[in-house]
């Protein structure tokens, strides 16, 4: 059950932003968007989260929308060492844990 | 802090081997998570634990179980192999908390041949 859906490849240029975007149109009111990459295949690394808001940290900055049905993360100069698979994820609220579903992700290319 | 250690890095089973892949965290987390990943896919998430003694069924937990004696250790066991199970599986830990981050190990690498 894909709770998010992402474009499955994208290319940015080196130094420009990178703008990932991401649909969850049946996100619930009290799930979390999280954004998180993986470089090869080490263990995926966090990036950022947020609820409503618009979040930004050292890393990157993340837009939802006011209905919440879509995010868009944003790296605002991406380098090579960004190459990696970004995965948008919505955290569920289960009975004694906080559930997170990786959709498949976006591979981002940087290129020089 | 050494955060989320896996081990081993590869393996290589053939069918109906058992094995343990070891997980061990030192930030002092309640929740412990053992995902899988295929080729080309997202991480699902095969059992979980809320805390020493505590542990649950994920989305995918036929062919594994997993036993938590420890705050610590995490160990997923494989038991009867079966070429299904080829994929790359991560550890991951988190405080549980409403602003919880997932903290995830390197990876284990198996092929069932």
């Known amino acids: 059950d894909a709770k998010t859906t992402q474009p499955p490849s994208m290319d940015c240029a080196e130094g420009r932003a990178a703008n990932l975007p991401c649909n969850h149109s049946?996100?619930?009111?009290?799930?979390?968007v999280y954004w998180y990459r993986q470089i090869h295949s080490q263990g995926p690394q966090y990036i950022i989260h947020g609820l409503k808001n618009n979040e930004t940290n050292e890393m990157a900055s993340l837009i939802i929308t006011e209905d919440r049905k879509s995010s868009t993360l944003i790296l605002p100069h991406a380098t090579l060492r960004d190459t990696a698979v970004y995965y948008c994820i919505v955290r569920v609220a289960a009975s004694n844990f906080n559930k997170f579903y990786f959709g498949s992700g976006t591979k981002l290319n940087v290129k020089p | 802090n050494a955060g989320v250690t896996q081990t081993p890095k590869f393996r290589i089973l053939k069918i109906g081997q058992s094995m343990t892949l070891q997980c061990t965290q030192d930030?002092?987390?309640?929740?412990m998570y053992w995902y899988r990943q295929d080729p080309g896919m997202g991480l699902k998430l095969i059992y979980y634990?809320?805390?020493?003694?505590?542990?649950d069924k994920g989305e995918v937990p036929n062919g594994y179980n997993v036993s938590r004696s420890t705050t610590e250790d995490f160990p997923l066991r494989l038991e009867l192999a079966a070429p299904s199970q080829t994929s790359v599986y991560f550890c991951a830990s988190s405080y549980g908390a409403t602003n919880e981050k997932l903290f995830f190990g390197s990876g284990t690498q198996l092929s069932v041949l």
């Open positions: 634990s809320v805390g020493a003694g505590i542990t």
């Open positions: 930030m002092n987390h309640n929740y």
């Open positions: 049946t996100i619930s009111g009290n799930e979390y």
